[in-house]
Nanobody
Framework: QVQLVESGGGLAQPGDSLRLSCAPS????????ISWYRQVPGKEREGVSC???????HYGNSVKGRFTISRDSAKNMVYLQMNSLKTEDTAVYYC????????????????????WGQGTRVTVSS
């Protein structure tokens, strides 16, 4: 059974850092692109960052220079390091898996991804 579990969310103050983790079960992350999306109530899901199976990465404009996505193949984990957090980073963050073997990833249409985790909430507030 394919499953994704996110963790690492919580409450942070502006300027703080958090690291989110995405742990799969039932498959190997190396074969897929992994993306992080976030969503706030009343808004569409927003692409934050992605890493392809070939290792290329992309970032949304709002997080460039602050967030870093990485993959640990030995642990079969993907991380999202979030630095210099802002109040507008408050959202539920989801990891998504797809684009198997294609060598690229996308921060576009969320429906292009095959599997999703349940999300982890990040609240940035002073």
């Amino acid at each position: 059974q394919v499953q994704l579990v996110e963790s690492g969310g919580g409450l942070a103050q502006p300027g703080d850092s958090l690291r989110l983790s995405c742990a799969p079960s039932g498959f190997t992350l190396d074969d897929y692109a992994i993306s992080w999306y976030r969503q706030v109530p009343g808004k569409e899901r927003e692409g934050v960052s992605c890493i392809s199976d070939s290792g290329s990465t992309h970032y949304g404009n709002s997080v460039k220079g602050r967030f870093t996505i990485s993959r640990d193949s030995a642990k079969n984990m993907v991380y999202l390091q979030m630095n210099s957090l802002k109040t507008e980073d408050t959202a539920v963050y989801y990891c998504a898996v797809g684009y198997r073997g294609l060598g690229y990833c996308s921060l576009g249409d969320p429906s292009s991804y095959d599997w999703w985790g349940q999300g982890t909430r990040v609240t940035v507030s002073s």
